[in-house]
Antibody, heavy 120, light 107 residues
Framework: EVQLVESGGDLVQPGGSLRLSCAASELSISTSWMSWVRQAPGKGLEWVANIKPDGSEKYYVDSVKGRFTISRDNVKNSMFLQMNSLSADDTAVYYC?????????????WGTGTTVTVSS | DIQMTQSPSSLSASVGDRITITCRASRHMLTYLNWYQQKPGTVPKLLIYAATSLQSGVPSRFSGSGSGTDFTLTISSLQPEDFATYYCQQSYSVPLTFGGGTKVEIK
C-alpha cells in the first residue's frame, strides 16, 4: 500500500527541539516536491515548508523561518523536519504530503500525522 | 503571500441539498486551486485539483469551477458521508496557503 508515515512527534518543553521524519513506502518520493502541513487542535490546515526533489530549494512559512529546517534523504526515501526553539504555537498534528506533478500541484498523498505538543 | 478567504465558515444542509462553497484569493492565481475534504480525526483528502479536475475515485457529485481569484466547490446532492470540513488551497506561489475551512453540518 502506498503510504507516508510520520514519526518523531512528542511532548516537548518551550524552547526545545524535535526532529520529525516522514518515510515513504510503496512510493518513491525522489522525484517529488514534498511538503509539511500542520493542524493545531481544533484549527485549520497550515502549510509549513516544502523541498525540491534534489533538496536544492526549500521554502517556509514566515512563522517558522529560522527555527525549522526541512531536509530529505532520497536514498532512504524519507523527509525530515528539524524544529528548534519550539513554542506553544507550534503545537499541532504535523502531516507530510506529496506534491503531485500535475497542473495545480495538489497535495495528493498525505501521511497519518504525528503529534507535537509544546508545553511545560 | 496569497490570502485565501473561504465562505461560509459553516453551513447546515440536508441530505440531497445542493451546496456551494466559495474561495476567494487575494490576487490572481490562474487555476492553481485545490479542494480537500477532512472528516474529524482523519487525514485531508484531495477532491478537486487545478480548480476543476476531479481526483480519481471522488464521486461526480463534487465539482469545482473558477479561475483567477474566485473559485467554487459544489456538491450537487449532499450525501451523509459528505458532512465534513472542506478546505481550498492555492499552489500558485509559496507560501502555499489554505482557506480557513467550511464545516458542513447536518440540518
Amino acid at each position: 500500500e502506498v503510504q507516508l508515515v510520520e514519526s518523531g512527534g512528542d511532548l516537548v518543553q518551550p524552547g526545545g527541539s524535535l526532529r520529525l521524519s516522514c518515510a515513504a513506502s510503496e512510493l518513491s518520493i525522489s522525484t517529488s516536491w514534498m511538503s509539511w502541513v500542520r493542524q493545531a487542535p481544533g484549527k485549520g490546515l497550515e502549510w509549513v515548508a516544502n523541498i525540491k526533489p534534489d533538496g536544492s530549494e526549500k521554502y517556509y512559512v514566515d512563522s517558522v523561518k529560522g527555527r525549522f529546517t526541512i531536509s530529505r534523504d532520497n536514498v532512504k526515501n524519507s523527509m525530515f523536519l528539524q524544529m528548534n526553539s519550539l513554542s506553544a504555537d507550534d503545537t499541532a498534528v504535523y502531516y507530510c504530503a506529496r506534491e503531485w506533478r500535475v497542473t495545480g500541484t495538489p497535495l495528493d498523498i498525505w501521511g497519518t500525522g504525528t503529534t507535537v505538543t509544546v508545553s511545560s | 503571500d496569497i490570502q485565501m478567504t473561504q465562505s461560509p465558515s459553516s453551513l447546515s444542509a440536508s441530505v440531497g441539498d445542493r451546496i456551494t462553497i466559495t474561495c476567494r484569493a487575494s490576487r490572481h492565481m490562474l487555476t492553481y486551486l485545490n479542494w480537500y475534504q477532512q472528516k474529524p480525526g482523519t487525514v485531508p483528502k484531495l477532491l478537486i485539483y487545478a480548480a476543476t479536475s476531479l481526483q480519481s475515485g471522488v464521486p461526480s457529485r463534487f465539482s469545482g469551477s473558477g479561475s483567477g481569484t474566485d473559485f467554487t466547490l459544489t456538491i450537487s446532492s449532499l450525501q451523509p458521508e459528505d458532512f465534513a470540513t472542506y478546505y481550498c488551497q492555492q499552489s500558485y506561489s509559496v507560501p502555499l496557503t489554505f482557506g480557513g475551512g467550511t464545516k458542513v453540518e447536518i440540518k
